[in-house]
């Protein structure tokens, strides 16, 4: 297994010749948020998009991460899908 974090941008894992993409900041409760969409650009990058923010000015639509606390966070599934601290 190796791991390649030069750069800042991410850590890759090779294993049997399956590599997995690990964003370098973690990205707090927005991974288990229903409103989060994940942006993947073709130079590899990958941004964490709030699409709350489409309909609430309140919400930034790249918010700085990790988002430790949000008011408009909801589990994915829906509402009470799941039980974490806001």
Request: net charge positive.
């Amino acid at each position: 297994m190796s791991c390649d974090n030069r750069h800042g941008e991410a850590a890759f894992w090779r294993r049997t010749g399956i590599m997995w993409v690990v964003p370098a900041v973690p990205t707090g409760l927005c991974a288990s948020c229903a409103h989060q969409y994940l942006v993947h650009t073709t130079r590899g990058s990958t941004f964490s998009r709030c699409e709350r923010s489409k309909v609430d000015a309140a919400y930034p639509k790249y918010p700085r991460l990790p988002v430790l606390r949000c008011a408009g966070w909801e589990a994915r599934g829906g509402p009470g899908a799941g039980a974490a601290e806001r």
